[in-house]
């Protein structure tokens, strides 16, 4: 006779068997998917020296810690030899000795466009900025019941930045303190030449730990190659002064808060050396940190390194050459001349309006505040 008991007991150890082999078995990749670690990101790692010339060789010592624990993590080191070799090649003509210990970060790479700008082009994810800070030592003596002791107190001091090589902006940053304590005696004395090291080993660890910690919690980044539109704004510092002005219905002047806005258009603007197109835009440029050059006729030109995203608004002051503010100084003169409520005849309204239309035709516009917006412009 059939014991069903013992068929059920059968059919329920059947069962929770091939639970237990579906779950380990059935799904192998949905399985590897879950369990997945997040996907590397990829760091260039620059290391200065703040703490003194006497430190210069420890900066590559500082180097390979760090990429040593970060490589261990989930994140891809570019390693030392690939950034100095492409910063041989990046911008050439450059007279800087990138692999010259104990050169600040910014002067090393101040030919090349900057950190980030090679970070960029080398395709990082981010760009790691440590640097030693400071180093010192503290003695401690303390004599008793026959015991002289002395402590010394070896404290070192590291920082680093953690940016997007995408935009530049910060998303983490912090100071480490690594500290060690030697006890000596008359029966022990302790003469080491690796205490720094050892230091500069903690130092490691914190800023990974720090870094690793922080990993979930980075954004999502991407470095677009293509193309960011950015919009250009040149104001002029020699009308900076011109009053915000306007007239009422008794031609008497009314002078607002504050200065008038005067722009000048169709301002040439050259990245990296080659012309893409005239202010104010928008117009397409490289993202990422370039060096921009404007250039137009009676101003000088203006150079300078521009981290560039897409959707910026780019405002730069320039300033009129001898000859430029000479065309520009009768103008300039009779509009800052004007005094409030004073009545203005016909024939002067006239001259202003001409020096208005002399603004406009030469691209120079300017713009009076809010607040007039009742009156006539005395800028037309």
């Known amino acids: 006779m059939l014991d069903m008991r013992s068929t059920v007991s059968g059919r329920c150890v059947a069962a929770f068997a091939g639970l237990l082999a579906s779950l380990l078995w059935s799904n192998p990749i949905q399985a590897a998917v879950e369990t997945a670690s997040p996907k590397p990101i990829q760091v260039a790692l620059f290391v200065d020296n703040r703490a003194g010339a006497s430190f210069d060789d420890k ?98 001091r590291a920082t680093y930045r953690l940016a997007e090589a995408a935009r530049g902006g910060e998303v983490a940053g912090d100071t480490v303190v690594a500290r060690r304590t030697l006890r000596q005696s008359a029966g022990l004395q302790i003469e080491s030449s690796d205490v720094l090291n050892g230091l500069l080993d903690d130092a490691a660890d914190q800023i990974a730990a720090s870094l690793l910690a922080r990993r979930v919690a980075l954004p999502e980044v991407s470095l677009d190659a293509s193309r960011v539109n950015v919009t250009f704004q040149c104001s002029i510092t020699d009308f900076a002064r011109l009053p915000n002005a306007g007239l ?31 202010t104010p835009g928008p117009l397409e440029v490289p993202p990422g940190l ?7 006729e009676g101003f000088k030109p203006f150079e300078r390194t521009v981290n560039f995203y897409q959707g910026q608004t780019l405002t730069v002051a320039l300033q009129m050459t001898e000859a430029g503010f000479a065309r520009w100084k009768d103008v300039v003169a009779a509009y800052t001349a004007l005094e409030n ?29 809010e607040g007039l917006k009742f009156y006539h412009g005395l800028y037309w």
């Open 248 to 278: 009422n219905e008794n031609n008497e002047v009314v002078l607002g808060e504050g200065s008038a806005r005067a722009t000048v258009s169709e301002v040439t603007v050259e990245i990296n050396g080659i012309t893409v197109g005239s």
């Open 59 to 156: 900066v590559p010592v500082l180097e390979n810690f760090l990429a040593g624990r970060l490589a261990s993590g989930d994140m891809e080191v570019l390693s030392r030899q690939v950034i100095l070799n492409a910063l041989k090649d990046f911008g050439a003509g450059s007279t800087s000795a990138p692999n010259t210990p104990g050169q600040e970060l910014d002067r090393v790479l101040s030919d090349s466009g900057s950190a980030l700008r090679l970070a960029q082009n080398l395709g990082a994810d981010y760009i790691l900025l440590a640097a030693l800070a400071s180093y010192g030592m503290e003695s401690r003596n303390f004599t008793g019941e026959g015991v002289n002791t002395i402590n010394q107190t070896h404290t070192l």
């Open 341 to 369: 409520n004073r009545k203005l005849t016909d024939a002067e309204v006239e001259v202003l309006r001409g020096y208005a239309q002399m603004l406009r035709q030469s691209g120079i516009k300017v713009d009076t505040k």
């Open 290 to 296: 370039n060096k921009l050059r404007l250039t137009r």
